[in-house]
């Protein structure tokens, strides 16, 4: 990938190496990090060098009679006005210098006290446009962006303090060919999706690889998200159980089995903490009503936990699991959480996955068997 502002914006921070540079980089980090407890050879999951990123967010600079996509700049408190963006999907690409066009030909109504958009694409062209006011957005607002929606074949949503305006939808459906079937995913604006749906496919299928050795059992999931991974792996298990401590993202997963004609699956809304003291019987929840776990027998459990890694009690809860697949985006926290479970399991597995080309973050996961 070129780009202009390689240097000087502070989005892509390994722009001065190449691209397997890069990888060479960020494999040798991960297989020190986890050579306490895994020998063999990592297998790396490269992604797309350009056009790789669904979600997207840019500051709106305005200088003189004119705003401008922002973004932080290499320097400390330095700000970078881009003319271009190629780590973007086409369907943002093909739209965001069209949108900044009509919002500095709008300055009354469009532009005025805009600080930031945010893009959220699919593979299949769809896109969702939130604008960022600070402002109240009136009738005059509602009427150019509506007209912006059909200019630019988009979803147009304002935002303001305690207002937010849906023109038409909150959400854009990604279709994923994962594991040799097409799966449906509903996303919605300001809920958590992973950037690269590229790589995010190539996750989905890593997992469904090691779930097709179970025929029979359950499987239990934290973090489950909108079902990103619990739906095509719930093919594989008689029923499954996943947890999420947000409303919109269970709403959306709930939303995600119908589309994809899922019975299988309970979602449950509940952190981390809350599942392992519904499971270890010290706490009943309403939220649980009509769910019996006693007929649930899971053979393996699914995390994808957020930066921080694993909880106390919750690596304590997958220590008893035949099975954990553990899908990671800070492999210093995982290498941590590795020191406390191997204890009772082994590694037989571990890949990396690129979901963030150009700067040092990088996705892995492990596959572990109770010893």
Not at 267 to 283: I, K, N, T
């Amino acid at each position: 990938m070129e780009c202009k502002h390689f240097g000087v914006c502070g989005s892509c921070t390994m722009s001065p190496f190449t691209y397997e540079a890069q990888l060479k980089r960020k494999k040798k980090r991960l297989q020190a990090l986890l050579s306490p407890f895994y020998g063999d050879e990592i297998v790396t999951n490269a992604s797309p060098t350009h056009a790789y990123r669904a979600r997207a967010e840019f500051r709106i600079w305005h200088e003189g009679e004119r705003a401008f996509y922002a973004m932080g700049g290499v320097e400390k408190k330095q700000t970078v006005c881009i003319e271009e963006c190629p780590k973007v999907i086409a369907p943002i690409e093909k739209r965001m210098w069209r949108l900044l066009d009509a919002i500095n030909t709008s300055p009354q109504v469009l532009k005025s006290k805009l600080f930031g958009v945010e893009f959220l694409a699919t593979t299949t062209d769809e896109c969702l446009v939130t604008m960022l006011y600070h402002r109240k957005l009136d009738a005059a607002w509602e009427g150019e962006a509506k007209s912006l929606e059909g200019l630019l074949s988009c979803k147009i949503m304002g935002r303001s303090r305690k207002q937010k305006l849906v023109l038409s939808d909150e959400f854009v459906e990604e279709r994923l060919l994962v594991d040799e079937r097409e799966v449906r995913y509903l996303q919605y604006e300001g809920g958590f999706t992973q950037p690269n749906p590229f790589v995010n496919a190539k996750m989905i299928d890593w997992a469904c690889a090691h779930a097709k050795r179970f025929n029979e059992g359950d499987l239990l999931e934290a973090y489950c998200g909108l079902g990103n991974f619990t739906i095509p792996l719930s093919r594989y298990f008689d029923k499954v159980l996943a947890t999420e401590i947000s409303k919109r993202s269970i709403y959306a997963a709930e939303e995600n089995c119908r589309r994809n004609g899922v019975e299988n699956i309970r979602f449950v809304r509940m952190a981390s903490e809350e599942m392992v003291q519904a499971l270890r019987g010290v706490r009943q929840f309403r939220r649980m009503q009509g769910i019996d776990l006693n007929k649930y027998r899971f053979e393996c459990a699914l995390v994808d936990p957020p930066r921080a890694g694993l909880d106390e009690a919750t690596r304590a809860l997958i220590a008893d699991m035949p099975y954990v697949i553990y899908i990671s985006c800070n492999p210093e926290t995982l290498a941590r959480d590795l020191r406390y479970l191997e204890k009772t399991h082994k590694v037989e597995d571990a890949v990396m996955f690129d979901q963030f080309p150009y700067t040092e973050h990088m996705e892995c996961g492990v596959f572990l068997k109770r010893v």
